[in-house]
C-alpha cells in the first residue's frame, strides 16, 4: 500500500479487504467516512450500515451486534465516539460484557478547523475510568495496519485503535504490542506515545536518555518501563498525544516499589480558542521539538 496515505484512509482499505474475508467482522458508521466505504456497503450491505449522525445509537447498534456474534468496528470522530456516548459504551460494551473495536479520527486537535466540538483530548483518560479496555495509538499508517488487523482478530475483546493526521516519518514494529526501546542513555526515560516519537527524538537528541516508543498504551507495558529505569536513573517523561497525565497513574503504579519522579507531557487542559493549524495547537501545548528539549531537561537537572 502507498506509504504517503493516512492511517484513515489505511483505515477504510484495511477494513474493506478484511470485509470480504472475515464474515462475523461488521462496521457501524455515523455518516463520518461514509463515503469510503460506499464500495464495501455496496458489496455488504447487511454488514456496513450508517445510523446517520446519532452517535448514541451508533454505540448501542455496535452493541447489539456484537451480542449477535459479530465483531463489530464501530467509527467515527473521537469526539463523538468517546465522548458523547460515554453512557452507551459504558453499558452496550462494559456492562453487556461484550467487545467489538472503537476507531476513531481527528483526536486531540487533527482538525482545528472544526473547533472544540471536534476535539477530544480526553478520550484515554476517559476510557481509562473503564475495564478493560487495549488502547492502541499508532505512529504512522503502517502501525494503524498492523494494529487494526490485530484488534480485528482479537476474539471478543474491547479494543480502542486512536487514528491520527499526524505521523511519524517511519514507522515501527508494533506486532507484540511492547514498549520499544529506541535509544539507551543513563540521566532518564521518556516515554513517546504513537505520533510524538519524531518530535521526542529530535528533543532529545545527544542527550543521555532512554527513550522508550510507545504504539500500545493499554495494557500499560509495566515491565519494559521496569527494565528502563533499572538501566537509567528513575526519572520519567510521559509525552503523550493527549490529555496530559493520562498514563501518570499507569507509570506510578509499575514503578510503585522504585522511587521515582514522572513528567507528564501532554494536551494541556486549557482551550485553545483559535483554529489555526496543527502545528501551532502542537506548539502551544509545548509538544513540539524545541519546547520538549526544554521542558526534558530542565525536568532532569
Known amino acids: 500500500m502507498d506509504v504517503t496515505d493516512t492511517m484513515r484512509e489505511r483505515f477504510v482499505s484495511v477494513t474493506s479487504e478484511l470485509l470480504d474475508e472475515d464474515h462475523r467482522l461488521a462496521v457501524v458508521l455515523a455518516e463520518i467516512t461514509m463515503d469510503g466505504f460506499r464500495p464495501a456497503r455496496q458489496r455488504h450491505p ?59 479520527a481527528s483526536a486531540s486537535y487533527d482538525w482545528p478547523a472544526g473547533g472544540f466540538t471536534h476535539m477530544a483530548p480526553g478520550d484515554v483518560a476517559l476510557l481509562d475510568t473503564l475495564d478493560g479496555w487495549t488502547v492502541h495509538v499508532p505512529g504512522h499508517p503502517d502501525e494503524a495496519e498492523a494494529l ?45 506515545v504513537g505520533p510524538t516519537l519524531d518530535e521526542v527524538l529530535a528533543a532529545t537528541e545527544g542527550l543521555d536518555v532512554t527513550v522508550l516508543y510507545a504504539a500500545t498504551v493499554r495494557p500499560f507495558d509495566d515491565a519494559a518501563l521496569r527494565t528502563a529505569v533499572g538501566h537509567a536513573a528513575p526519572d520519567v517523561v510521559l509525552v503523550e498525544p493527549y490529555l496530559a497525565g493520562t ?43 524545541a519546547s520538549l528539549r526544554q521542558r526534558v531537561t530542565g525536568f532532569l537537572r
Open 46 to 104: 447487511d454488514r456496513v450500515i450508517n445510523v446517520g449522525i446519532r452517535e448514541q445509537l451508533l454505540i448501542g447498534v455496535g452493541g447489539g451486534l456484537a451480542l449477535t456474534g459479530l465483531r463489530p468496528v464501530v467509527h467515527t470522530f473521537a469526539s463523538f465516539l468517546v465522548e458523547r456516548p460515554f453512557e452507551q459504551v459504558k453499558l452496550d460494551f462494559g456492562h453487556q460484557d461484550t467487545g467489538g473495536v472503537l476507531v476513531s
Open 148 to 192: 487494526l488487523r490485530h484488534a480485528y482478530a482479537a476474539g471478543d475483546d474491547k479494543v480502542y485503535v486512536r487514528l491520527s493526521q499526524l505521523s511519524n516519518a517511519r514507522p515501527r514494529p508494533v506486532g507484540d504490542l511492547r514498549f520499544q526501546t529506541v535509544r539507551t542513555g543513563r540521566a532518564g526515560v521518556v516515554v513517546a
Open 247 to 289: 498514563s501518570a497513574a499507569a507509570a506510578g503504579q509499575a514503578l510503585m516499589e522504585v522511587p521515582h519522579r514522572i513528567l507528564p507531557l501532554g494536551v494541556g487542559r486549557a482551550e485553545l480558542r483559535r483554529y489555526g493549524t496543527t502545528g501551532e495547537h502542537t506548539a502551544a501545548h509545548g509538544l513540539d521539538a
